[in-house]
C-alpha cells in the first residue's frame, strides 16, 4: 500500500506550516506539535480524505524530555494511501480525537492503561484492560516484563499433598499482584453509570461470549439502554513480551494471539519483519504461505459459523462444521506439525518443505468442499428462524465503517471493498484471481453472507495455488537462506558448517536489524492484522505495535446495541466474531 | 471392588459404587479461556466425541463437576474462576489444559497467573500447547483412574460432614464380605 504522496504532503504542509514531513523508507511521517494535533487530524479527514481510523498507540523514549510519543495512523480510501502522524505528549496529556473517531476512544484506554499517558475530552478515561487500582503502566521502558511480585501464592496441589523433598514443584512463591473481586466490582462500576432498570453482566465466562469478554446491559426491560465493554481477560502482555525477545522468536507467539487463524497471523507479522530486514521471499514459499493462509481462513470462518449458528440455537452446523475443521486440521498438521498453534512459517519462507501427498490431500478437500458449503445454504440461508434472528440486526453504515476503524468481513458487509490482500498484495496474492464479496444493508445477515461467500473464493484461490505448486520443482528452494538474518532449515543445519554457524549465530545474537520503522497488515480472517515495528537497530524491536482487527470491529459493539435487545447482542457478537487472544493481546 | 458371586449378584460397597458412578459421568463447566479452548471444543465435537465417556459440557456450575481450565489465566480473571470453583458442589475436581493454566507457559509476564494451582488444587495437569484432543482424552481417562484408586473424599468437605451426621444417627454403612 502507498505512502502519503508528496503533492499531499506538500499541501498540507501548506496549511500547516509548522507541520514537519519526513519520508522514511517504508512509510511518510507527519511531526505536528500536540497544539496542533487536533486540527491537523480533522484536516486530514475532512479535506484530504484519510477518514479510516487505522491505529492509535505511544511509544515511551524515558531519555527525552517529552518521554512519551503518539503514533496515529490513518488511511484514505479513495487513493489507497496511509499516513503516519506523530506527536510529543505535553507533561504527559495527549488531546482526545474520540470526537472525529469513535473508536480512538478504546485505543486511548489502552494507551493510557499501558503508558499513564492522560487524553484530555475522553468521555470516560479508564484501564482499557488492568483493574482499576492496578498501580503500573506496564508498557513503559522501566517495568519489567515479568511484572513485580508483591503476594505470596503457594501452590494448593502441594499444600493438600504436602511438601516433598525434592519438591514436587517448582515455582516462585512471590507472585504478581491478582485483584479482589472487590477491585473487579470497581471496574465495573467505574465503567457504566446505571441509568435504567438493571445492571447486567454478560461473560466474562460466559459460552456465548466466545471466550473471556465481559459486558455490561444497562437494561431497561429487555430493552438495552447502554452498554460497555471490559476487555483484558485474557490480556497477557504480548507487546511486553515482543519488546523483550528476538524477531524470529516472537514468531510462536503471534499464533496465540488469534488462534483461530495461526497462519494468517504468522504472515502477517513475517511480512512486516520481511519488510524491515529486506528479505526476499523465494517463489515456493510464497505460494505454500498463500496456500495455507487460505486454508486457515476457511478453517477460521468454519469456527464462526459454527459457534454463530450454536449460540442461535443451531447445533447440527456446529458438528458439521467441526467435521470439516477437523480435515483442514490434519492438513495443517500433516505439513507443521502442529494442529492449532502451528508455527509454521519462518522469517524468509516457510519452516518445511510441503509433505509428501499434501497436494493430492488439498485437492480432494477443494473437490468434496463445495458439497459441504451447500449443506449448511441449505441448513441456513434459507432457514425462517435465522433469517428472524439477523436480518435488519445490527446494521453498520459506512460512515461507521470509517469512524470505527473497521476492517475485515465486517467492513465489507457494509459495502466497503477494503481488503489488504487487493490493496497492499502480499505473498502471492497479487498473482491469484479471486474477488472481493461484499453486502449491501451491513446486517447480520450481509456479514454471513460476506463469510460464506469468502470460503468460495479462498477455494478458488487454494486451487490456483495448488496448480502452481504442481508445476514448481521439487527442489525449488522454500526459504531464502542465502540472506544473512535468515536461518536455514535443519537439512542443511547438520551437513554445512557455514549453515550451523549461521544459525548458531542468529538464535544466540537474533537478526541484526536496521534501524527505522515499518507498518504493514495483512488481512485476516478477523479484519486488518497490522505490525507497527519501531526499531533503533539490534535484534530486538524497540516497540512492537500490534493493531488488532478484533478489537476494533469490536468497538462497534456498543453503539449497534443501543436500543436492541438482549437476544440481539449474541446475534451480533457472533457477527462480529472476535477472537479475545487478540483483542487483548 | 465388585464382583460376581455364583448367583449371578454383583456384589459391591456403596463407595465403591458411588466412585464408579462419578468417574463415568464427570460433567465439565462450559469455560473456556484462550487457544486451549478450541482444541476443548475439538475434542467434544465430531471426531473425538467427549460424550462417550460421560464427559457433557453444563453451562451452570452447579450442576458441573469439573473444571477444565482450558487457554490462559491471567490476573484479573483468576478470582473470578475461584468463584465458580466455589459455586460447584462437592464432590469437584480440576483439570488444567494446556502449559498456561499448569504453570503459565509461554507467558512469564506481568499480567498472567504462573499456574492455575496458586488459586484452587489441581488433580491432572495436562502439558502441551495446545494438548491434542487425544492429550485432553487421556487426561480425563487419568482422572477418572485417580478417582477410582483415591474414591472422592479429598476435597470432599461436605461430604465429610454428611458421613458424620450418618455416624451419629447410626446409619454408617458397614464393610459386608461375602
Ligand atoms: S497452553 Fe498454549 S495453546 Fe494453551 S492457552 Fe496457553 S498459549 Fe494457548
Not at chain 1, 88 to 115: Q, T, V
Not at chain 1, 132 to 143: N, S, T, W
Not at chain 2, 140 to 162: N, S, T
Request: aromatic content about 10%.
Amino acid at each position: 500500500m502507498p505512502w502519503m504522496n508528496r503533492a499531499t504532503a506538500d499541501r498540507v504542509k501548506f496549511e500547516f506550516k509548522d507541520v514537519e514531513v519526513e519520508f522514511t523508507k517504508h512509510t511518510t511521517n507527519l511531526h505536528v506539535k500536540q497544539e496542533r494535533l487536533i486540527d491537523l487530524m480533522k484536516h486530514l479527514k475532512e479535506k484530504e480524505g484519510y477518514r479510516h481510523f487505522i491505529d492509535h498507540t505511544c511509544i515511551d523514549f524515558p531519555d527525552t524530555k517529552e518521554r512519551f510519543q503518539g503514533i496515529y495512523i490513518l488511511y484514505n480510501p479513495d487513493t489507497n494511501e496511509r499516513v503516519i502522524v506523530k506527536t510529543w505528549a505535553k507533561e504527559g496529556k495527549l488531546p482526545s480525537l474520540e470526537k472525529l473517531w469513535a473508536c480512538a476512544r478504546w485505543a486511548e484506554r489502552e494507551a493510557y492503561d499501558m503508558f499513564g499517558i492522560v487524553y484530555e475530552g475522553h468521555e470516560n478515561l479508564r484501564r482499557m484492560f488492568m483493574w482499576e487500582g492496578y498501580p503500573y503502566h506496564p508498557l513503559r521502558k522501566d517495568f519489567p516484563l515479568e511484572g513485580i511480585p508483591e503476594v505470596e501464592l503457594p501452590s494448593l496441589t502441594e499444600l493438600y499433598a504436602g511438601r516433598t523433598d525434592p519438591p514436587s514443584h517448582d515455582f516462585e512463591l512471590v507472585h504478581t499482584r491478582v485483584p479482589t473481586l472487590e477491585d473487579l466490582e470497581r471496574t465495573e462500576k467505574a465503567r457504566l453509570q446505571k441509568k435504567a432498570q438493571l445492571v447486567l453482566n454478560w461473560g466474562p465466562l460466559h459460552p456465548g461470549t466466545h471466550g473471556t469478554i465481559w459486558f455490561l446491559f444497562d437494561l431497561d426491560g429487555e430493552k438495552v439502554v447502554q452498554s460497555d465493554v471490559i476487555l483484558g481477560q485474557l490480556h497477557r502482555g504480548m507487546e511486553k513480551i515482543a519488546e523483550n525477545i528476538y524477531y524470529f522468536q516472537f514468531l510462536p507467539y503471534t499464533d496465540r494471539m488469534d488462534y483461530i487463524s495461526a497462519i494468517c497471523n504468522e504472515l502477517s507479522y513475517a511480512t512486516a519483519v520481511e519488510k524491515l530486514l529486506g528479505v526476499e521471499v523465494p517463489e515456493k514459499a510464497r505460494y505454500i504461505r498463500t496456500m495455507f493462509a487460505e486454508l486457515q481462513r476457511i478453517n477460521s470462518h468454519l469456527l464462526w459459523l459454527g459457534t454463530g449458528a450454536l449460540d442461535l440455537g443451531a447445533l447440527t452446523v456446529f458438528l458439521y462444521a467441526f467435521r470439516e475443521r477437523e480435515k483442514i486440521m490434519d492438513i495443517i498438521e500433516g505439513n507443521a506439525g502442529f494442529r492449532l498453534t502451528s508455527a509454521f512459517l519462518r522469517i524468509g519462507g516457510v519452516h518445511y518443505d510441503l509433505a509428501e501427498g499434501t497436494l493430492d490431500v488439498i485437492k480432494a478437500f477443494i473437490k468434496d468442499f463445495p458439497n459441504r458449503l451447500k449443506e449448511y445454504h441449505n441448513l441456513l440461508t434459507r432457514n425462517r428462524i435465522w433469517l428472524r434472528r439477523t436480518k435488519d440486526i445490527g446494521v453498520i453504515t459506512r460512515e461507521d465503517v470509517f469512524n470505527y476503524g473497521l476492517t475485515g468481513p465486517v467492513a465489507r458487509g457494509s459495502g466497503v471493498p477494503y481488503d489488504i490482500r487487493k490493496l497492499e498484495p502480499y505473498a502471492a496474492y497479487d498473482e491469484v484471481e479471486f474477488d472481493i464479496p461484499v453486502g449491501e444493508v451491513g446486517d447480520v445477515y450481509d456479514r454471513y453472507l460476506v463469510r460464506m461467500e469468502e470460503m468460495v473464493q479462498s477455494l478458488r484461490i487454494i486451487e490456483q495455488c495448488v496448480a502452481k505448486l504442481e508445476k514448481l520443482p521439487k527442489s525449488a528452494p522454500y526459504v531464502n537462506k542465502e540472506h544473512p538474518a535468515v536461518m536455514s532449515p535443519k537439512e542443511y543445519v547438520f551437513m554445512d558448517l557455514e549453515d550451523m554457524v549461521k544459525n548458531f549465530r542468529i538464535v544466540v545474537h537474533g537478526e541484526n536489524a536496521p534501524p527505522g520503522e515499518v507498518y504493514s497488515s495483512g488481512e485476516n480472517p478477523r479484519g486488518e492484522l497490522g505490525f507497527y515495528i519501531y526499531s533503533t537497530g539490534g535484534s530486538k524491536p524497540y516497540r512492537l505495535r500490534i493493531r488488532s482487527g478484533a478489537l476494533y470491529n469490536l468497538s462497534i459493539f456498543p453503539k449497534l446495541i443501543q436500543n436492541g435487545t438482549i437476544a440481539d447482542a449474541i446475534a451480533l457478537l457472533g457477527s462480529l466474531d472476535p477472537v479475545v487472544g487478540e483483542t487483548d493481546r | 471392588m465388585a464382583m460376581l458371586n455364583s448367583n449371578g449378584f454383583v456384589l459391591t460397597t456403596v463407595d465403591e459404587l458411588l466412585s464408579w458412578g462419578r468417574r463415568n459421568a464427570l460433567w465439565p463447566l462450559t469455560i473456556g479461556l484462550a487457544c486451549c479452548a478450541i482444541e476443548m471444543m475439538h475434542a467434544a465435537a465430531s471426531r473425538f466425541d467427549l460424550d462417550r465417556l460421560g464427559v457433557i459440557f453444563r453451562a451452570s456450575p452447579r450442576q458441573a463437576d469439573l473444571l477444565i481450565v482450558a487457554g490462559t489465566v491471567v490476573n484479573k480473571v483468576a478470582p473470578m474462576l475461584k468463584l465458580l470453583w466455589e459455586q460447584m458442589p462437592d464432590p469437584k475436581w480440576c483439570i488444567t489444559m494446556g502449559g498456561c493454566a499448569s504453570a503459565g507457559g509461554p507467558f512469564p509476564t506481568y499480567s498472567t497467573l504462573q499456574g492455575m494451582d496458586r488459586i484452587i488444587p489441581v488433580d491432572v495437569y495436562i502439558p502441551g500447547c495446545p494438548p491434542h484432543p487425544q492429550g485432553l482424552l487421556y487426561g480425563i481417562l487419568q482422572l477418572q483412574k485417580k478417582i477410582k484408586e483415591k474414591g472422592v473424599k479429598k476435597y470432599d468437605k461436605a461430604f465429610e460432614e454428611f458421613k458424620k451426621d450418618m455416624e451419629k444417627q447410626g446409619l454408617i454403612a458397614r464393610e459386608i464380605t461375602v
